[in-house]
């Protein structure tokens, strides 16, 4: 049976998450996950989670998808050695130097490699399987096609059902850092670096902005360019994921409100028991109109998000908060 694996951005949200059908779930490290801190969780909280989801049978993952200097792996790896000790499955990476030392270290902790890895052929799986990774993340980019070859490797393979398509790498954004550059550190001394989500900052969504092109004397080539970050839900194709034999589809939105996470997570869970149980006499009419109605809701939900995130952008930094 393939995992559905979904987000928890508070304890509120494992709950909901546990309670709607989700096989996994996976929670943010505070300082360490590309989100801001109200969408992270404490060691404490971690914790928590653990107990609330491993009760129902589900499991948990921390996603560490920041890229750390070689000063901070030692405090990750301290962190780390909390997170297993209180229960945690297993983690999802980005950094292949994180990865090598996670997997020397915790050599029986399951390691996923992040879509922050961008993971696009099957020499990056191979190299990925070597270093410890169990499961790859596909890059949005691929097609049912690409992906149908990575069935041949002894690896998993997670495909994300929810999320957006960057128009350069998903999970490797170096646009914010245009509005902001400024390094800090929070209260436990971890380096944060306002405005870049790869560093523990947050990601402005600067592509979002209204971008001009000009020609080189400067006179207008097109008033509005759109640089695609398209957020997107994956219906038509979850059949066809299913018969593939994927191992993991996979929820993103830690940041949208608990509701609607668990409608997502309800539409998904009975989407796969449905076609599970009689792909034969599946019809796709109904999800669509059901999916609509979830879509809207999120469609409202990211457009509030990214204006808040744009006028934030503009402010002058406060000590070192994010």
Not at 146 to 156: M, N, P, Q, T
Not at 201 to 227: F, I, K, M, Q, T
Not at 231 to 236: S, Y
């Amino acid at each position: 049976m393939v995992e559905l694996l979904a987000p928890a951005g508070s304890i509120e949200m494992v709950e909901a998450t546990v309670a709607n059908g989700a096989n996994a779930l996976y929670v943010g490290p505070k300082g360490w996950s590309r989100r801001r801190d109200a969408y992270e969780l404490s060691d404490e909280a971690l914790r928590e989670a653990v107990r609330i989801a491993h009760a129902r049978g589900v499991k948990v993952r921390a996603a560490v998808n920041t890229h750390p200097t070689s000063q901070e792996l030692p405090r990750l790896l301290r962190r780390m050695e909390v997170w297993v000790r209180d229960g945690i499955d297993g983690v999802i990476l980005s950094d292949v130097g994180v990865m090598a030392a996670v997997h020397r270290t915790f050599p029986d902790l399951t390691i996923h490699a992040s879509i922050g890895a961008n993971i696009l052929n099957d020499e990056d799986i191979c190299f990925y399987r070597e270093i410890g990774v169990r499961q790859v993340v596909a890059d949005t980019k691929l097609s049912l096609k690409e992906l149908r070859s990575r069935r041949e490797i002894e690896v998993g393979v997670e495909v994300l059902i929810h999320a957006n398509k960057c128009y350069t790498y998903l999970g490797k954004c170096w646009m914010s850092p245009y509005h902001r550059l400024e390094r800090g550190q929070d209260e436990s001394g971890k380096d944060l670096f306002k405005g870049s989500p790869n560093r523990g900052g947050l990601d402005y969504r600067v592509c979002l902005e209204a971008w001009s092109l000009l020609r080189g004397n400067h006179d207008p080539w097109a008033d509005r360019v759109a640089l695609k970050n398209d957020a997107f839900f994956l219906l038509e194709d979850v059949p066809h994921l299913i018969d593939m034999g994927v191992h993991t589809l996979k929820i993103q939105g830690r940041e949208y409100a608990v509701d609607l996470i668990g409608r997502m997570i309800k539409f998904y869970r009975d989407l796969i028991d449905t076609y599970s149980a009689d792909p034969h006499d599946f019809d796709l009419g109904p999800w669509k109109a059901r999916l609509a109605r979830i879509q809207a809701q999120r469609d409202l939900e990211r457009a509030k998000g990214t204006l808040d995130l744009f006028q934030e952008a503009r402010e002058a930094v406060q000590g070192c908060q994010r």
